[in-house]
């Protein structure tokens, strides 16, 4: 099991940026994938993007070109860094971890993006 402390959502206005953070309690070598997901009432969580401990990259569509995730080795710490947001985006953000078939998952931050 992994602890991850989420930060950083918030009120953003359409085509604002924001960054979340993702504080895991161990190093992110140990970690086989990190990953950002989200869900919106009345839908299923869905993916947002993945990073592997050694950088290789995954986004879903609707993400691609706009948002970016990156790894902090030093501070073990994944961020999601959201540019041009638009309302579809308004959800609880959750951070996953996963070591070979085991989940941990962050308690979620709430990113509203509205005018």
């Known amino acids: 099991q992994v602890q991850l402390v989420e930060s950083g959502g918030g009120l953003v206005q359409p085509g604002g940026s924001l960054r979340l953070a993702c504080a895991a309690s161990r190093p992110i070598f140990s970690i086989t994938t990190l990953g950002w997901y989200r869900r919106t009432p009345g839908k299923e969580r869905e993916l947002v993007a993945t990073?592997?401990?050694?950088?290789?990259?995954n986004y879903a569509d609707s993400t691609k070109g706009r948002f970016t995730i990156t790894i902090h080795y030093a501070k073990s710490t994944v961020y999601l860094h959201m540019d041009n947001l638009s309302p579809e985006d308004t959800a609880v953000y959750y951070c996953?971890?996963?070591?070979?078939?085991?989940?941990?998952w962050g308690q979620g931050t709430q990113v509203t993006v509205s005018a």
């Open positions: 990073i592997t401990n050694f950088g290789a990259t």
């Open positions: 996953n971890a996963r070591v070979g078939d085991v989940d941990s």
